[in-house]
């Protein structure tokens, strides 16, 4: 024990001998650099001095701390510097762009450099376009232990001299902010990475409670809200990063640049963006209720098309109607083409007016006139064969009239498909704008829906539904014109007379007899409802459909009951006149079904008789003198307007008028022998109603006889009571059927030239020969028919009571066997016709 206690105190000892020995060492070469020179010794610190004078492998001595001022360094990050840029197509930045100078004297500008302490020094300014801030390098002096303490008194200064001086951004009005750097911010140009609010703060370290990482980041803003992952209640795995969200993005920004790289209790916080979840709960909800959510929408499209396109496409019907872009309804403009343009480039004489053909003219013209000044009550239906003149009949009986539309069924029914048909109803209507696609696509949708969700939706729209709307809108339009006129008119009238309507709210109140007043503005507007009633007739629209039903096939029959049905909600309504010009004679009972319980005011037009047609050829070849043989001719052609304009424009091109009759005639042949004796008649797609023997019953009689006795050729053997031929023959302008008294009466040809084409057809006699031998064979086997059933009779008669018949039985089976012999007679003579015929086909056959 007591050489223990010997050896510790001799271990002091020699301790105290080291440090005294030591500290005379130090104090001898500290003199010894104190007596250099001023310019050999140079500047040194204390530390500096300490560490020469030290021995290698000595300890410093206990007691001895000496800190000497230094040049420090640190960074202030300054906010709304720049336009932030949040993705690739945000351009503000172009509209602001800054240059180094520019940017170094906004610094200068934010930052005083007078009146700051630690020898505050900007040293340099580093640019954070994307994040609309700059990062501010600056020097000061500083021992390093208030290194800290003297940066952050730096930045308040900073941060009250820019609030005293609010320094506004340009772009935005709003003033920069300054913050103190803490951690070593990140300098990256990533492409794909923009400021967002939200910040994900990875732990290089242990985790850091969330009370003090709210501290650090509430510095720069408002934070919406702090979560750590994982989540640390439901997950045994530590926290590994927060994601920290903002209510600004220049708040995360800023604690982005200044915490990032910064070290709380030994952890280093990684601050980065956080990408926006675009979460939405209404998006969601749509999404996962389709069955709801699709027919919602529907509606909503629906009625933002109803808001907005429909105005606009009532504006464009109306001023179609109105003729309100058509320049040659202003007089002004066509005095001006005739003065300038007319004089300069003239053009050639314009042919004789159409409607001169008609000595019925001013009659009918006149009729029509009538119609349209008295109140909508029917339809106006101006009937006659193609080429009659009806068009340009209604067109000139409707010259003066302004609120007038036309649609012309012609194009309607060579439009290829539905698609094509909605454009062009529409282009003549002026409806715009006009979606075709929307058709399809609302299919396309509604299959869709069909097969994610099993039902159907209802929001398929065909063709027709388009067709509907685009009829309804042009209704609305009609009926809005004639009100919209009569009150023009009454305000051009008494200008006075129109106040607001705040005017007459403020005479109403301060009237002092209130009931009165209610009672004479009551009658007022009982008045001017029923002023309201009585339109000037002039002002109401006038709707021509030309062509109707110029072609009646399955694909354009529910184009003609969708006209016909709208035209007659047009009278019902009495929105506006509407008058049909046709060449079908079927055309009346569609409308008839249509408008039931009315009688039409029809106008039939014929042909013009040949003084007239005589007339209008010389006035369309320039001549007053009339030849014999033009005479003739036209004569032969007829007052057919097309064939009149056919045989005068074959003149015109140097041809001689017989040869022109000629080519006219030969044509209406080809045309009788394809559609009425030939394969067009025959053929099963055609699906005629007629046979070649029933129109060549027809030709026979026509070439003699101007016309035949519909009742008698009714009931001949060929047709048996049946009118479906007949009719059939009709519509396709084969013969034309004159009526009496509203009923059938007799029949013609379907053209005035097929009188001369039938007398050439039954003029040849080798085919007049093939067409009786076809003729007299169908006769034959009708009449072999009509025996066979009777011998089955006499027969089934014969059988009764085994064979003997009584009296009564015997008469019926002696009138079938009267029946059986002339019936005999017939087939006879069919087949003696038959052979006579071939005889001719041989004889008068000649080669050619």
Same mark, same amino acid.
């Given at each position: 024990?007591?050489?223990?206690?010997?050896?510790?105190?001799?271990?002091?000892?020699?301790?105290?001998?080291?440090?005294?020995?030591?500290?005379?060492?130090?104090?001898?070469?500290?003199?010894?650099?104190?007596?250099?020179?001023?310019?050999?010794?140079?500047?040194?610190?204390?530390?500096?001095?300490?560490?020469?004078?030290?021995?290698?492998?000595?300890?410093?001595?206990?007691?001895?701390?000496?800190?000497?001022?230094?040049?420090?360094?640190?960074?202030?990050?300054?906010?709304?510097?720049?336009?932030?840029?949040?993705?690739?197509?945000?351009?503000?930045?172009?509209?602001?762009?800054?240059?180094?100078?520019?940017?170094?004297?906004? $610094?200068?500008?934010?930052?005083?450099?007078?009146?700051?302490?630690?020898?505050?020094?900007?040293?340099?300014?580093?640019?954070?376009?994307?994040?609309?801030?700059?990062?501010?390098?600056?020097?000061?002096?500083?021992?390093?232990?208030?290194?800290?303490?003297?940066?952050?008194?730096?930045?308040?200064?900073?941060?009250?001299?820019?609030?005293?001086?609010?320094?506004?951004?340009?772009?935005?009005?709003?003033?920069?902010? $300054?913050?103190?750097?803490?951690?070593?911010?990140?300098?990256?140009?990533?492409?794909?990475?923009?400021?967002?609010?939200?910040?994900?703060?990875?732990?290089?370290?242990?985790?850091?409670?969330?009370?003090?990482?709210?501290?650090?980041?509430?510095?720069?803003?408002?934070?919406?809200?702090?979560?750590?992952?994982?989540?640390?209640?439901?997950?045994?795995?530590?926290?590994?990063?927060?994601?920290?969200?903002?209510?600004?993005?220049?708040?995360?920004?800023?604690?982005?640049?200044?915490?990032?790289?910064?070290?709380?209790?030994?952890?280093?916080?990684?601050?980065?963006?956080?990408?926006?979840?675009?979460?939405?709960?209404?998006?969601?909800?749509?999404?996962?209720?389709?069955?709801?959510?699709?027919?919602?929408? $529907?509606?909503?499209?629906?009625?933002?098309?109803?808001?907005?396109?429909?105005?606009?496409?009532?504006?464009?019907?109306?001023?179609?109607?109105?003729?309100?872009?058509?320049?040659?309804?202003?007089?002004?403009?066509?005095?001006?083409?005739?003065?300038?343009?007319?004089?300069?480039?003239?053009?050639?004489?314009?042919?004789?007016?159409?409607?001169?053909?008609?000595?019925?003219?001013?009659?009918?013209?006149?009729?029509?006139?009538?119609?349209?000044?008295?109140?909508?009550?029917? !339809?106006?239906?101006?009937?006659?064969?193609?080429?009659?003149?009806?068009?340009?009949?209604?067109?000139?009986?409707? *010259?003066?009239?302004?609120?007038?539309?036309?649609?012309?069924?012609?194009?309607?029914?060579?439009?290829?498909?539905?698609?094509?048909?909605?454009?062009?109803?529409?282009?003549?209507?002026?409806?715009?704008?006009?979606?075709?696609?929307?058709?399809?696509?609302?299919?396309?949708?509604?299959?869709?829906?069909?097969?994610?969700?099993?039902?159907?939706?209802?929001?398929?729209?065909?063709?027709?539904?388009?067709?509907?709307?685009?009829?309804?809108?042009?209704?609305?339009?009609?009926?809005?014109?004639?009100?919209?006129?009569?009150?023009?008119?009454?305000?051009?009238?008494?200008?006075?007379?129109?106040?607001?309507?705040?005017?007459?709210?403020?005479?109403?109140?301060?009237?002092?007899?209130?009931?009165?007043?209610?009672?004479?503005?009551?009658?007022?507007?009982?008045?001017?409802?029923?002023?309201?009633?009585?339109?000037?007739?002039?002002?109401?629209?006038?709707?021509?459909?030309?062509? !109707?039903?110029?072609?009646?096939?399955?694909?354009?029959?529910?184009?003609?009951?969708?006209?016909?049905?709208?035209?007659?909600?047009?009278?019902?309504?009495?929105?506006?006149?509407?008058?049909?010009?046709?060449?079908?004679?079927?055309?009346?009972?569609?409308?008839?079904?249509?408008?039931?319980?009315?009688?039409?005011?029809?106008?039939?037009?014929?042909?013009?008789?040949?003084?007239?047609?005589?007339?209008?050829?010389?006035?369309?070849?320039?001549?007053?003198?009339?030849?014999?043989?033009?005479?003739?001719?036209?004569?032969?052609?007829?007052?057919?307007?097309?064939?009149? *304009?056919?045989?005068?424009?074959?003149?015109?091109?140097?041809?001689?008028?017989?040869?022109?009759?000629?080519?006219?005639?030969?044509?209406?042949?080809?045309?009788?022998?394809?559609?009425?004796?030939?394969?067009?008649?025959?053929?099963?797609?055609?699906?005629?109603?007629?046979?070649?023997?029933?129109?060549?019953?027809?030709?026979?009689?026509?070439?003699?006889?101007?016309?035949?006795?519909?009742?008698?050729?009714?009931?001949?053997?060929?047709?048996?009571?049946?009118?479906?031929?007949?009719?059939?023959? *009709?519509?396709?302008?084969?013969?034309?059927?004159?009526?009496?008294?509203?009923?059938?009466?007799?029949?013609?040809?379907?053209?005035?030239?097929?009188?001369?084409? !039938?007398?050439?057809?039954? $003029?040849?006699?080798?085919?007049?020969?093939?067409?009786?031998?076809?003729?007299?064979?169908?006769?034959?086997?009708?009449?072999?028919?009509?025996?066979?059933?009777?011998?089955?009779?006499?027969?089934?008669?014969?059988?009764?009571?085994?064979?003997?018949?009584?009296?009564?039985?015997?008469?019926?089976?002696?009138?079938?066997?009267?029946?059986?012999?002339?019936?005999?007679?017939?087939?006879? *003579?069919?087949?003696?016709?038959?052979?006579?015929?071939?005889?001719?086909?041989?004889?008068?056959?000649?080669?050619?």
């Amino acid at each position: 024990m007591l050489a223990r206690i010997v050896t510790s105190e001799w271990a002091q000892c020699n301790t105290l001998a080291g440090s005294f020995r030591h500290q005379t060492i130090l104090i001898s070469r500290t003199r010894s650099v104190l007596r250099q020179p001023h310019s050999t010794r140079g500047f040194r610190t204390s530390r500096n001095l300490f560490e020469e004078i030290k021995e290698p492998g000595s300890f410093p001595v206990q007691g001895l701390t000496t800190e000497v001022a230094q040049l420090q360094s640190a960074m202030l990050y300054l906010d709304n510097v720049f336009p932030l840029r949040l993705n690739k197509l945000d351009i503000r930045q172009l509209l602001f762009r800054s240059t180094r100078h520019s940017l170094e004297a906004k $610094a200068h500008k934010s930052i005083p450099t007078e009146g700051m302490p630690h020898n505050f020094k900007i040293a340099d300014v580093i640019p954070r376009k994307k994040d609309g801030g700059a990062l501010v390098k600056f020097t000061f002096t500083s021992t390093p232990s208030e290194k800290k303490e003297a940066g952050k008194e730096i930045t308040s200064k900073v941060f009250s001299y820019i609030e005293n001086h609010s320094t506004l951004a340009a772009f935005n009005f709003q003033p920069m902010r $300054a913050f103190y750097v803490k951690g070593q911010p990140f300098l990256e140009d990533l492409v794909a990475r923009y400021p967002t609010q939200r910040l994900r703060v990875e732990f290089q370290g242990s985790p850091v409670e969330i009370e003090k990482l709210y501290k650090q980041m509430r510095t720069y803003g408002r934070i919406h809200d702090i979560s750590m992952y994982p989540n640390p209640i439901t997950s045994k795995d530590p926290v590994r990063y927060a994601i920290v969200n903002f209510t600004k993005v220049r708040s995360a920004t800023s604690a982005r640049n200044c915490l990032h790289g910064h070290v709380v209790e030994g952890t280093r916080l990684n601050v980065l963006y956080e990408q926006q979840l675009n979460t939405n709960v209404v998006k969601d909800w749509i999404v996962g209720h389709p069955r709801i959510s699709i027919p919602i929408i $529907a509606a909503l499209v629906a009625a933002v098309t109803y808001a907005i396109f429909d105005p606009i496409r009532v504006f464009f019907i109306t001023s179609k109607v109105t003729h309100r872009f058509n320049l040659d309804e202003y007089a002004f403009y066509r005095w001006l083409r005739s003065e300038t343009w007319a004089r300069l480039m003239p053009t050639e004489r314009e042919p004789a007016n159409r409607q001169s053909v008609w000595t019925e003219d001013s009659e009918q013209i006149e009729r029509l006139k009538s119609w349209v000044q008295e109140k909508p009550e029917t !339809f106006g239906i101006v009937s006659g064969p193609k080429g009659s003149g009806k068009s340009a009949l209604v067109m000139t009986a409707m *010259e003066g009239r302004r609120n007038k539309i036309l649609i012309d069924c012609e194009e309607l029914s060579n439009a290829r498909n539905k698609s094509e048909l909605t454009k062009m109803l529409a282009k003549e209507v002026g409806y715009f704008p006009l979606f075709t696609w929307m058709s399809s696509m609302s299919g396309l949708i509604e299959t869709l829906v069909t097969a994610t969700t099993g039902q159907k939706a209802g929001l398929s729209s065909s063709p027709d539904s388009q067709i509907q709307d685009i009829l309804e809108t042009l209704a609305i339009s009609l009926r809005e014109i004639a009100p919209k006129q009569k009150s023009e008119k009454d305000r051009k009238e008494n200008p006075s007379g129109s106040k607001s309507i705040f005017d007459r709210l403020l005479e109403f109140i301060n009237s002092s007899d209130a009931k009165e007043k209610i009672h004479t503005l009551e009658e007022k507007a009982n008045l001017h409802s029923n002023k309201e009633n009585s339109y000037n007739k002039e002002d109401i629209p006038v709707v021509v459909i030309d062509n !109707f039903m110029y072609r009646e096939t399955a694909k354009n029959a529910s184009l003609w009951e969708e006209l016909a049905n709208w035209s007659s909600i047009l009278i019902e309504n009495e929105i506006a006149h509407v008058i049909f010009i046709t060449a079908n004679p079927g055309a009346s009972r569609l409308l008839s079904r249509a408008l039931p319980g009315k009688s039409f005011s029809t106008i039939i037009l014929a042909d013009a008789p040949t003084e007239m047609a005589l007339m209008f050829v010389t006035k369309q070849l320039g001549t007053d003198e009339v030849d014999e043989k033009l005479s003739g001719i036209v004569d032969a052609l007829g007052g057919r307007l097309t064939e009149l *304009e056919l045989l005068t424009a074959k003149i015109k091109a140097h041809m001689e008028p017989e040869v022109a009759f000629n080519e006219i005639v030969s044509r209406n042949i080809i045309e009788i022998l394809k559609y009425g004796l030939g394969d067009v008649a025959q053929s099963a797609d055609s699906r005629a109603e007629w046979t070649p023997s029933q129109f060549w019953a027809i030709v026979k009689g026509l070439s003699d006889q101007t016309s035949l006795n519909y009742d008698e050729l009714k009931w001949t053997p060929l047709f048996n009571g049946d009118e479906n031929p007949l009719r059939e023959m *009709e519509r396709a302008e084969m013969i034309t059927i004159v009526h009496h008294d509203g009923r059938p009466y007799s029949i013609r040809p379907g053209k005035p030239v097929f009188y001369t084409a !039938f007398k050439r057809l039954t $003029a040849d006699s080798v085919f007049a020969a093939s067409m009786d031998i076809e003729y007299n064979t169908q006769l034959r086997k009708i009449a072999e028919t009509n025996i066979a059933k009777y011998e089955d009779n006499i027969i089934s008669l014969s059988n009764v009571y085994y064979g003997r018949p009584p009296r009564e039985i015997n008469n019926r089976i002696r009138a079938l066997l009267a029946k059986v012999e002339k019936t005999q007679k017939l087939i006879e *003579e069919y087949e003696t016709n038959i052979n006579e015929a071939k005889k001719i086909i041989s004889k008068d056959w000649q080669d050619e």
